[in-house]
């Protein structure tokens, strides 16, 4: 168990939809990274947030976007969802800021648009 | 573009025998890597870093060694055992279009351990 922990586990949606994954980092990570992880795309980093500021950014949709709230938990909404948005979501901490930093990672959240 | 890729995309190995999974970077400026462990449904697991000053560190029954002239990672797992059965992601650092560090994963390469 990595400490870091993603809800919810499977979510399943129509397209169009808005959609919502969270993310709690370990205790006393600061930053927090979000993934996505797809059978063609492999995992691609779209978001780190630290502290509740957005530090980095990677191929992230117009349609995605992503918040880091005070208690440092993470939230990442997905909003006109289409059929290709379909994979598993991972949530990452890390104590420190910087990709340096070893990142833990979270179960995931497997999301099938239909 | 940006790259981190794996020669072998499936690799059997039996129970007790060495293991050594390969990966080839494209960035010659990234200063830092890690290896994962993504077992089925589950989040990836670091398993060891190495940075770009050193060629070669070892953990516990795993070794990672860079080449750099060559722009080369690979993984060596002693001993296999049956839970070393995953897939295994190289990553390196890289920058964003925006100019930040992130972490560029590999495609993966799936281990299967033979009892």
């Known amino acids: 168990d990595s400490g870091v922990t993603q809800t919810p586990k499977h979510l399943i949606t129509a397209t169009g939809q808005r959609v919502t994954l969270r993310c709690s980092p370990r205790?006393?990570?600061?930053?927090v990274y979000w993934y996505q992880q797809s059978l063609d795309q492999g995992l691609q980093f779209l978001i780190q947030y630290y502290n509740g500021e957005e530090r980095a950014k990677g191929n992230i949709l117009e349609r995605f976007s992503a918040q880091q709230f005070p208690d440092l938990h993470s939230e990442l909404n997905l909003s006109s969802l289409e059929l290709g948005d379909s994979a598993l979501y991972f949530c990452?901490?890390?104590?420190?800021?910087?990709?340096?930093?070893?990142?833990?990672f979270g179960p995931g959240t497997r999301l099938t648009v239909l | 573009g940006e790259s981190v890729g794996l020669h072998l995309p499936t690799l059997s190995v039996q129970e007790g025998d060495n293991s050594i999974i390969n990966c080839a970077y494209s960035?010659?400026?990234?200063?830092?890597f890690i290896w994962y462990k993504q077992e089925s449904g589950k989040g990836p697991q670091f398993i060891i870093d190495i940075r770009s000053n050193m060629d070669k560190r070892q953990g516990q029954r795993v070794t990672v060694l860079l080449n750099k002239t060559v722009k080369h990672l690979s993984l060596q797992i002693a001993a296999t055992q049956p839970g070393d059965s995953a897939v295994y992601f190289c990553?390196?650092?890289?920058?964003?279009?925006?100019?930040?560090?992130?972490?560029?994963f590999g495609t993966g390469t799936r281990l299967t351990i033979i009892p």
């Open positions: 990553a390196e650092n890289t920058m964003t279009n925006f100019g930040n560090e992130k972490l560029t």
């Open positions: 990452a901490s890390s104590d420190i800021s910087g990709s340096t930093d070893t990142q833990y």
């Open positions: 960035n010659s400026a990234s200063d830092y």
């Open positions: 205790s006393g990570d600061l930053s």
